[in-house]
């Protein structure tokens, strides 16, 4: 990561300071305790999931149920005093509600710090009850633990917004707030689903009659909408709305559009059904590079009819003001199609609005995915609120209030991305291959959100795929890695076969496609069958996580990850050098692939050569998430 910009001011750092830390040296335990905070005591039409889990070596695993909801705190061996409470993102409804742990989860217990989550009572978007049930887990944990020297919150997408308002809600739990890819609150959630809905309808030509008449709008999503957005001209002119609608132009705009569009369409209908859309009194902003202007967009835009009672029902305890009570660090992408850099944008000019400037640091990472940071990012951005919270060391951000959103820098990314001068610029960036051309599934032409690829060589299977692009109408291009950029990826001699996921299954391709010259773009008609979804790929084992010390630093990109059965070599990568994953994903063969890799041996891992403590099975029901530990 590149320096962090100068620090303001001493003056400016003192007055932070002193309105950060307490009074005395020893943090927050001489604080008078707050009353418990009211929560609900059963779950709201859902099921709770188990809570039990493992704890690290060396930490301590508690669990159980607490009120509505149910929890997990993990507390290390050796406690440094410090609590991070971490807040999940929506679960889109489902029927059970569940804990998370954080993404940093190695490194708060490798340096000291306990973490505790709650599933929350239910799964609906609930980031105002989210932040009161985390600060009743907090209440439980002081009169268990005692009270922490000092305890930080973080969430993200859901939970980032849930972030948001425990900073301004709880000062008298929390210290420092973390708050990733989250939106005000709830208007906000309903106003951008409206701007969704809206945009579409008049691309279609929808007009506010047809709307009215409709017995149910949302149908016409699917009869009048979606149908007009097939056409590409139709499709990029809804999409230039949108961009405009965001925040305007910036770094992977498009490709994060195309990565929530699904989403957003799912999230829209529900919305528009219940009438909690509401752009009645919407005055839309169109730039320059929009397809229409403003007073034309704003002349002819639908209009929605709110359900008062059930938008008050939907949003209430759900904001943010803007008016945090504490040091807060935000982290958002450029590209997030689900919740827009707008949302990071209009947090800055309400804080500032408050006279709250100086409690509000902002980073923004050059990427097209929702909540696209990682766990690197994470961990930096948490040692840095430390520091401010604990020292006064206001930490570096990007200036939301005058700064371009085409001129981020990426000056915060741990690791760059690739599409970018840094990302582009990395040794063996001119080695990777391209390859495109026409997909089809069970003989026809199909759609899917995801491909992928792994490169054959010398009997091992490596996923080395550059991204996961989309399959649309039946044609694909994607990017797969060379050997110079990642562990076991292409090389002369080398195959390429790829997968995909429709209907809840992995499918790979018929044949594989031999490495292409470095460098080049090379077109392969690729086929895949739901009758034989292995394809031609060997069958694997695979495993993805971070890798780190004994102490919960992180090894360096570009680390060398292996899996052993006793001493052949059945599976090789290495840790990213690029995008918003730090980690490693490795596939590991079988015998069928290479002699020696039985079915169902113990499996060992070597980080650049040197043993790791974890082992692991060579068998299907392993496959999963696991990190490494240099030994």
């Known amino acids: ?8 001011f001493v003056l400016v750092a003192v007055s932070i300071a002193v309105a950060a830390c307490s009074d005395d040296d020893d943090g927050q335990q001489d604080k008078p305790l707050p009353a418990p905070v009211d929560v609900r005591q059963e779950p709201d039409g859902v099921t709770l999931a188990d809570p039990v889990f493992e704890p690290l070596p060396g930490a301590m695993a508690d669990f159980g149920r607490l009120g509505g909801a149910v929890y997990q705190i993990e507390m290390p061996d050796d406690w440094n005093g410090r609590l991070l409470l971490y807040m999940h993102g929506f679960e889109e409804l489902g029927p059970e509600a569940s804990v998370s742990a954080p993404d940093i989860r190695r490194y708060l217990i490798g340096h000291g710090y306990a973490w505790g989550a709650s599933s929350f009572s ?6 105002g009850r989210s932040a009161d049930e985390t600060a009743a887990l907090w209440d439980f944990f002081v009169g268990k633990y005692g009270r922490p020297e000092w305890t930080y919150v973080t969430g993200e997408s859901m939970g980032g917004a849930a972030s948001h308002i425990a900073a301004e809600r709880y000062p008298d739990r929390f210290d420092g707030a973390l708050a990733r890819c989250g939106t005000m609150g709830q208007t906000e959630n309903a106003k951008a689903l409206s701007d969704f809905v809206a945009a579409g309808a008049y691309v279609a030509g929808v007009s506010q009659e047809e709307w009215d008449a409709a017995p149910d709008p949302a149908s016409l999503i699917d009869s009048r909408i979606l149908p007009a957005l097939d056409d590409p001209t139709g499709h990029a002119q809804f999409e230039d709305i949108m961009i405009e609608l965001t925040g305007g132009p910036r770094m992977f705009d498009r490709e994060g559009f195309h990565l929530e569009e699904e989403t957003n369409w799912s999230r829209a209908r529900p919305v528009v059904a219940a009438r909690i859309a509401s752009n009645a009194a919407t005055d839309y902003e169109l730039g320059s590079d929009a397809p229409v202007t403003s007073e034309t967009f704003n002349r002819d835009v639908v209009r929605f009819t709110t ?19 504490m040091p807060l660090l935000t982290l958002h992408t450029t590209g997030d199609g689900q919740v827009a850099v707008e949302q990071a944008q209009l947090l800055r000019e309400r804080v500032d609005a408050a006279g709250k400037g100086d409690l509000l640091v902002q980073r923004v990472m050059r990427d097209a ?35 371009e959103l085409e001129d981020l820098t990426g000056e915060f990314e741990v690791l760059p991305r690739r599409g970018t001068p840094e990302g582009d610029a990395l040794p063996g960036a001119d080695q990777q291959v391209t390859v495109s051309g026409a997909a089809m599934l069970d003989g026809a032409p199909f759609d899917a959100r995801f491909l992928g690829a792994r490169v054959l060589r010398d009997g091992l299977a490596t996923p080395c795929q550059a991204g996961l692009p989309p399959v649309v109408d039946g044609r694909y291009e994607i990017g797969v890695l060379a050997e110079a950029q990642s562990a076991g990826c292409g090389a002369p001699g080398a ?18 496609i031999p490495w292409p010259a470095a460098g080049v773009a090379a077109r392969f008609d690729i086929e895949f069958s739901t009758s034989s979804p292995q394809g031609s790929a060997p069958s694997t084992v695979d495993f993805s996580g971070e890798v780190y010390t004994t102490g919960g630093d992180r090894l360096p990109p570009g680390t060398r990850v292996e899996a052993y059965v006793g001493d052949v070599l059945c599976g090789v990568a290495s840790t990213s050098r690029t995008g918003n994953f730090s980690g490693y994903i490795l596939s590991v063969v079988g015998p069928d692939s290479v002699p020696g890799c039985e079915a169902g041996a113990a499996l060992t891992f070597r980080l650049d050569g040197e043993p790791a403590l974890e082992t692991a099975t060579n068998d299907p029901d392993a496959s999963g998430r696991l990190d490494l530990t240099l030994d």
Request: contains cysteine.
């Open 495 to 512: 195959e390429i076969s790829l997968w995909t996921f429709v209907n809840g299954e992995f499918l790979y391709t018929m044949d594989s």
């Open 369 to 403: 995915s929702h909540c696209g940071f990682s766990t690197a990012e994470l961990e930096v951005a948490f040692e840095d609120l430390v520091a401010w919270v604990e020292r006064g060391e206001r930490p570096g951000g990007d200036d939301l209030a005058t700064q």
């Open 122 to 127: 239910s799964t609906a978007s609930i980031p």
């Open 1 to 8: 990561m590149s320096s962090p910009k100068l620090l303001l």
């Open 307 to 325: 359900e008062d009672a059930l938008f008050t029902t939907f949003v209430e305890g759900g904001d943010a003001a803007g008016d945090p009570r």
